[in-house]
Nanobody, 117 residues
Framework: QVQLVESGGGLVQAGGSLRLSCAAS????????MGWYRQAPGKQRELVAS???????NYADSVKGRFTISRDNAKSTVYLQMNSLKPEDTAVYYC???????????WGQGTQVTVSS
């Protein structure tokens, strides 16, 4: 069992920055992919960024060049540095740990990010 605790959300003006953190408790396997998703009101949850244990990354087109995902394997923690934030980035951001081969899929409780114009 893995528990994920997110922090770092809040209210920021457009153009500002926030850094989200997600600390995982429990065993994180080398094949686990850690990532961030977001869900805006009335919209489906979408992938923002993901990272493997060897630091291969994947980003949604809408955040490329503005967001950076990183991972500290020793601390079982994943980060999301968000720069040049836009009002359309407003959403609840969820941390995720997934490993389809081991049928693992864990979610954090979510942290609100609000970007004012």
């Amino acid at each position: 069992q893995v528990q994920l605790v997110e922090s770092g959300g809040g209210l920021v003006q457009a153009g500002g920055s926030l850094r989200l953190s997600c600390a995982a408790s429990g065993i994180i396997f080398s094949g686990d992919v850690m990532g961030w998703y977001r869900q805006a009101p009335g919209k489906q949850r979408e992938l923002v960024a993901s990272i493997t244990n060897v630091y291969n990354t994947n980003y949604a087109d809408s955040v490329k060049g503005r967001f950076t995902i990183s991972r500290d394997n020793a601390k079982s923690t994943v980060y999301l540095q968000m720069n040049s934030l836009k009002p359309e980035d407003t959403a609840v951001y969820y941390c995720n740990v997934a490993n389809p081969w081991l049928r693992r899929n864990y979610w954090g409780q979510g942290t609100q990010v609000t970007v004012s114009s």
